[in-house]
């Protein structure tokens, strides 16, 4: 037997295991603002996940994009995600990783008219806080501020706090890791009342 049937052979048995290590836990979250539905509403989402793209995977990251639209399209709300570096800040900005700064309002103002010819009448931003790796262990915490549109007021607000063990390589099984980011701030979000 060649090592890379060797390697297919565990990877099979072992993904199972290694979904099952990939958690999505929330906390603070802060209560909505009354009266606030999503639903039947347009939601622009800006997604700084892509900052840790090493760290999380293109892989997971495209699939986190696709379900989260999916998912909320399921629950009528149409959403619109703009990556980080494809903003027009984001494309020239250079990444370090030290004192590794992000202009998050810098990104947000510079496209608001496309957030205003989208209709959006909130704005959803997905910032990674937190990332630290151990050993094969990724630990990271996502904030989620949902605000209004129009008045740019904090409406709603949570952290999540995942963790996923790369075996072999940094982007495994990216669909299942994804799902379970997507499906615990869905969970979330019903659980406040936004959907």
Known sequence: MTLIFIRRIALFFLLPILAACATNQFSGTKAATSGVSLKNTQIYIYSFLDARETEFGPNLLSEFDEQLIGELEKLKVKGKILRFKDSDI??????TNAGMQIPVGQVI???LSNERGFDARYRLVIFPSKMTLSGAWRFYDI???LTES?????VWSTTSHGKHINMWKNDEDPRVRAKTIVDGIIVELRN???L
């Open 90 to 95: 984001g494309r020239y900005y250079s990444m």
């Open 109 to 111: 103002a510079s496209n």
């Open 143 to 145: 904030q989620w501020d």
């Open 150 to 154: 129009q008045t740019g007021k904090k």
């Open 192 to 194: 406040s009342g936004l």
